[in-house]
C-alpha cells in the first residue's frame, strides 16, 4: 500500500493543502500517522475520494454580493470588536472599532456606511489587508524619559 504526502494527495485530488487538511480534520479524508505524527493518505483511499468527486455534481459558482457574508474574502487579518462612534462628515465616515483593550479607525465612505447600516454598539470585523506594517517601541509606563521636567543625560555637542 502507497501512502502519499498531504501535499502529494491534495495535488492528486486537485485541492489546496489546506482543504485536504481541513477534510482530515473534519473526519471526511482517512489518514495513516506517521511517527513523528504527520498524516499519510493512501492510494486506495484517494481512489475513494476521486470516485466520490466524480459522482457528485460541480456546484456552480455564483458572483458574489456585495451584501454578502465576508466568508469570501481571502484576507486573513480580521479583527472582530464592536463599533465604538461613528462619525459622518459629507462624502466620509470614520469608525472607531474596539477589538479587545485596543481600538482601530477606519475612514470609509459614507455611502459604505450607510450600505453596511453600521451604529455604534454593532459588532464589526475589520480586514487589514496591507503591504505595509508600521511597528514602534512601546514605552513602559515607569519611564519617565521623554516626559517633560524628567532629568536627561547632556548632549556632547561636537566643535
Do not use: F
Not at 472582530?80 to 477589538?99: I, N, P, S, T, W
Amino acid at each position: 500500500m502507497s501512502l502519499l504526502t498531504m501535499r502529494r494527495a491534495a495535488e492528486r485530488l486537485g485541492v489546496a493543502y489546506s482543504t485536504l487538511k481541513r477534510w482530515v480534520h473534519e473526519g471526511r479524508v482517512r489518514t495513516t500517522r506517521t511517527e513523528g505524527g504527520h498524516h499519510r493518505v493512501s492510494e486506495a483511499e484517494i481512489e475513494r475520494l476521486t470516485a466520490r468527486q466524480s459522482s457528485e455534481p460541480r456546484q456552480r459558482l455564483r458572483p458574489v454580493e456585495p451584501d454578502e457574508s465576508l466568508a469570501a474574502l481571502s484576507a486573513r487579518n480580521r479583527l472582530r470588536g464592536y463599533v465604538e462612534e461613528v462619525r459622518v462628515d459629507g462624502l466620509l465616515a470614520q469608525v472607531r472599532l474596539r477589538v479587545g483593550d485596543q481600538h482601530l479607525t477606519a475612514v470609509i465612505t459614507a455611502d459604505a456606511l450607510a450600505s453596511l447600516k453600521l451604529k455604534r454598539g454593532d459588532d464589526a470585523i475589520a480586514i487589514v489587508k496591507s503591504t505595509e506594517v508600521m511597528i514602534g517601541k512601546a514605552v513602559a509606563a515607569d519611564d519617565s524619559a521623554g516626559r517633560p521636567g524628567s532629568r536627561r543625560r547632556p548632549v556632547k555637542r561636537l566643535r
